[in-house]
């Protein structure tokens, strides 16, 4: 079972590059989301989509963008990366509401 | 502006202790709450709680939610080294018709052997 796909696990940008981090779902999963991890403050939600082509902002979506063409994948994009953008990034996929989130293993981003 | 609020944040116990850990909350339209635990990567489920008073168990872990006063605690007993982890809480919320999952910044429970 895939479960929630992430790639790459690790990236290294200068400032100004731009990238997407791609995940990918095999389960049928309504709900999807991006969620950064900095040092002491948790998960924040960056954004997040309850199905095909709806997303909707979460707390810090600034200098993020994302789709949800299909129910398997939700890309993030960074448009033009800063220093401040380094974090370890998860994505992650629920059925539906009131239901527990299945998260990739995470991509550790560093922009120098 | 939706929040939640886990304490303490870190906490070092040794083997045999019981340990509470706290999630408050502020949101609009509160659906769920849920506790994950998270070791060297991606957080792991634990719990969900929709009702007040109902208490869930795992093992030497339970989690109980009171919708009134806003808040949940997630008890470990007879704690372990392998219980040493970062716990998060998230929350469910609905708005506008869409709903989303906001998460504290964790509790980092050390066990010492």
């Known amino acids: 079972n895939a479960g929630v796909t992430q790639t790459p696990k690790f990236q290294v940008l200068k400032t100004g590059q731009s990238m997407t981090l791609q995940c990918a779902q095999d389960?049928?999963?309504?709900?999807m989301s991006w969620y950064r991890q900095d040092p002491g403050m948790g998960l924040r939600l960056i954004h997040y989509s309850v199905g095909a082509g709806i997303t909707d902002q979460g707390e810090v979506p600034n200098g993020y963008n994302v789709s949800r063409s299909t129910t398997e994948d939700f890309p993030l994009r960074l448009l033009s990366a800063a220093p401040s953008q380094t974090s370890v990034y998860f994505c992650?996929?629920?059925?539906?509401?009131?239901?527990?989130?299945?998260f990739g293993q995470g991509t550790r981003l560093t922009v120098v | 502006e939706d929040k939640v609020v886990q304490s303490p944040l870190s906490l070092v116990v040794h083997e045999g202790d019981t340990v509470t850990l706290n999630c408050s909350y502020e949101?609009?339209?509160?659906?769920?709450l849920l506790w994950y635990k998270q070791e060297k990567k991606a957080p792991t489920f634990l719990f969900m709680l929709?009702?007040?008073?109902i208490e869930k168990k795992s093992g030497r872990l339970s989690s109980i939610l009171d919708k009134k006063e806003l808040f949940s605690i997630l008890n470990i007993t007879a704690t372990q080294t392998g219980d040493s982890a970062v716990y998060l809480c998230?929350?469910?919320?609905?708005?506008?018709?869409?709903?989303?999952?906001?998460f504290g910044t964790g509790t980092r429970l050390k066990v010492l052997a």
């Open positions: 949101v609009t339209n509160f659906r769920s």
């Open positions: 992650a996929s629920s059925y539906g509401m009131s239901t527990e989130a299945f």
């Open positions: 389960m049928n999963h309504e709900y």
């Open positions: 929709t009702s007040s008073g």
């Open positions: 998230a929350v469910e919320a609905t708005t506008s018709g869409t709903y989303k999952y906001i």
